[in-house]
């Protein structure tokens, strides 16, 4: 799970270089996102 997390915010960061509000507001984003998609992904497949 850390995994999709880390992947998310770093993703985040990228993006928080070129688009506003900036790094922290998209690194939360990513890290949220990454941990939605690692849920979606366990319920889907279940052995994932």
């Given at each position: 799970?850390?995994?999709y997390?880390?992947?998310g915010a770093v993703?985040?960061?990228i993006v928080?270089?070129?688009i506003p509000p900036?790094?922290?507001f998209w690194f939360?984003?990513?890290g949220i996102s990454g941990?939605?998609?690692q849920y979606y992904m366990s319920r889907?497949?279940?052995n994932f």
């Open positions: 799970m850390a995994t997390i880390l992947i993703l985040g960061i928080g270089h070129l900036g790094h922290f939360v984003v990513g941990y939605v998609g889907k497949y279940k």
